[in-house]
């Protein structure tokens, strides 16, 4: 009891708000305290990260509601949901959903299985060694534009590395990125060479975090090396799986600069129409900016469809 | 179950020009049943040795047998063995159940109803059965190493391989511990090899012990034979808690001389001893007697330092005159102790209980007389 009448008279004599202290003291207490005291450190990033990042989403979904085009100011006297329901209406806007969702499953899958394959390979090789092969990770610091040029060259339907295999096993050349039927896949391919490495460094992360006596204890047990992998060891690498498939189907729903590289122009290769390029193009090249910003909210939408899982994850592992 | 040879093995790591002796040259038979308890201070290749017989490390030469058979170019995975680790090594992702029939999946033809019935069985003897389909996490420090214990029983082995099991756990829990896995391994009597840096381990709970220093072995005997009669200097001194005080000195005539006092040996003792050699005169703590300072032929006087009571005994820390300030020796007397720091008094070591090292090379020249049981301070004058 006696302590807890200290502690309030301790409060009410620096309790700013309570009457009898005149307005300089309480400014003097205000100008004191943690949170103005720490605000140049906070807050330029605050201020920078508020109108950059959220005021951009902000203004790109109130531009979404009006019927902005062309060079005319954007008007907000009516807001309505028109642009989405002609996005859903498009038949461009479909397949550029269905080829992106295409995207997302197969590159995502394919480079995680590549990655998985990669890292055990390396992390068996290297597991009692002290090295690890940063080669494999070398695709990732190139530029996209490089890679699509890399690409393009490859593909070349006249004289790309490819198409003289192709041919000289007597088949007809190919026109890989012409053909609306395999320009996706061929696309799929190439971001793949490139993003398995970076798979493969988080699964290796992973892999050389385990100790040692989990690969002797499965072996006393009995188990095959295979068996040990399978069994044992990539089963306890689901943090590291979860991250590294966000990353990847992020990346994959905002694959543009790649796509754009390719043909140097809004137009991917037929076939290869993804969310961001037709976005790009509706915004930029026609001057839809309504409906640009539409697709853009919606791809915003489905960017945090995908991170929510991985959010409910970490907070199940109590990481977060 | 079978009987563990272990011939003249050697474990060399080369790397590049230069090389590492790990082990040199153990010999050790591990009769069916057995609980061989490998000890010695840490890098003493006790570990490796562990891991040659599991088939985790390779031999470089030498021979190891399990129930006849060479098995230095069996894998791992085809011995009979199981391990339990210092670390436990249970696999976290799996519930305890899937931890414990692992193994059996692995090795074994047996039914998945068979499998089942066995961990149900092992789970079950060793109180673990309502912890079964909880993952490892979930556990406390004891039950991971019950669960690891298990794991291991559950395979019915050739032999069990053990890595300093209980070095993870609180002491109370340990001695526990320590008296579960004797009572288990008598009723299992699967051949043992059990590895542990803490002597208090090595001997209450091996038939034998093997005791290993810098990669050698240094004795091989029941826990009793090394601590009364230690092959050499480092056995005495690793083996027994307090550990045993050692004298250095030289033969004298009649007498061994050394910096302190002159402790004269009687015929029996000398045996064919030149005088001039040096040695080294050993008396464990509990051998020691404490009585009033007046001296005598065996009887020397020296200083308490301090007073450890443990309740059932006292360890008094003594000094005598001239020795270095961080030098001592200890004594241990039973019941209330009748000394405190700083007093005077005499100490006596009866020469039934002395032991005698060559002190060039360290090698026991004379052990203690076993039939010697000495008499009760207080009946000292």
Known sequence: MTTHDTT??????????????????????????????????????????GIAVYGGIGYNLAISFTDYAGIARPSFSSLDLEMYRRALADESFRAAAFQNFVLLVG???ISLGLGLFLAVLLDYGIRYKETIQTIYLLPMALSFVVTAQLWLWMYSPGNGV??????????????????????????????????????????LAGLQSLPDDQFEAAKVDGASTTKTYVRIIVPQLK?????????????????????????????????TDILATLMVREAFQYGQWAYGAAIATMLLLLSLAVIAPYLIFQHRQGSL | MARLEIDDV????????????????????????????LVGPSGCGKSTTLRMIAGLEEITEGEIRLGGRTINDVSAQERDIAMVFQSYALYPHKTVRSNMSFGLEESTELSDSAIAETVEETAAMMGIEDLLDRKPGELSGGQQQRVALGRAIVRDPDVFLMDEPLSNLDAKLRAEMRTEL????????????????????????????????????????????????????????????????????????????????????????????????????????????????????????????????????????????????????????????????GD??????????????????????????????????????
């Open chain 1, 8 to 49: 309030e008279t301790t409060e009410s004599a620096v309790d700013p708000s309570e009457e009898g202290i005149d307005w300089q003291t309480k400014l003097r207490y205000f100008l004191n305290s943690d949170f103005v005291r720490s605000s140049p450190y906070w807050g330029i990033p605050f201020i920078i990260m």
């Open chain 2, 10 to 37: 050697t474990k060399e790591y080369r790397s590049g020009e230069s090389s590492v002796v790990a082990v040199q040259d153990i010999a050790v038979e591990v009769p069916d049943g057995d609980f061989l308890v």
């Open chain 2, 182 to 341: 004797q009572h288990l391994q008598e009723q299992l009597d699967v051949t043992t090899v059990y590895v542990t840096h803490d002597q208090t381990e090595a001997m209450t709970m091996g038939d034998r012990i093997a005791v290993l220093d810098e990669g050698e072995l240094q004795q091989v005997g029941t826990p009793l034979e090394c601590y009364h009669e230690p092959n050499n200097l480092f056995v005495a001194s690793f083996i027994g808690e307090p550990s045993m005080n050692f004298f250095d000195g030289t033969l004298e005539n009649d007498a061994l001389v050394t910096d302190y006092f002159e402790y004269p040996l009687s015929q029996e003792s000398r045996r064919d001893l030149e005088s001039g050699g040096d040695l080294v005169l050993g008396i464990r703590p509990e051998d020691a007697r404490i009585g009033d300072a007046q001296q005598s032929d065996r009887r020397f006087e020296a200083e308490v330092l301090v007073v450890e009571p443990m309740g059932n005994e006292n360890i008094i820390h003594l000094q005598f005159d001239g020795m270095a300030v961080d030098d001592e020796f200890v004594v241990t007397t039973e019941g209330v102790p009748n000394v405190s720091a």
């Open chain 2, 344 to 381: 005077r008094v005499g100490v006596e070591f009866p020469e039934p209980a002395i032991h005698l090292f060559d002190g060039a090379g360290g090698d026991a020249i004379k052990n203690r007389d076993l039939s010697f049981t000495g008499t009760p301070d207080a009946v000292l004058p």
């Open chain 1, 239 to 271: 943090q590291a799986s979860v991250g590294a498939a966000v990353v990847l189907m992020l990346f994959a729903l905002k694959a543009f600069d790649f796509l754009y590289a390719i043909t140097g122009n809004y137009r991917p290769p037929n076939g």
């Open chain 1, 162 to 203: 490819l198409n003289i295999f192709v041919t000289a096993l007597g088949f007809d050349s190919i026109d890989w990125l012409g053909d609306p039927r395999i320009a996706l896949a061929a696309v799929i391919f190439a971001l793949v060479w490139q993003f398995s490495g970076y798979a493969m460094v988080v699964f």
């Open chain 1, 107 to 109: 590159f995502t899958s």
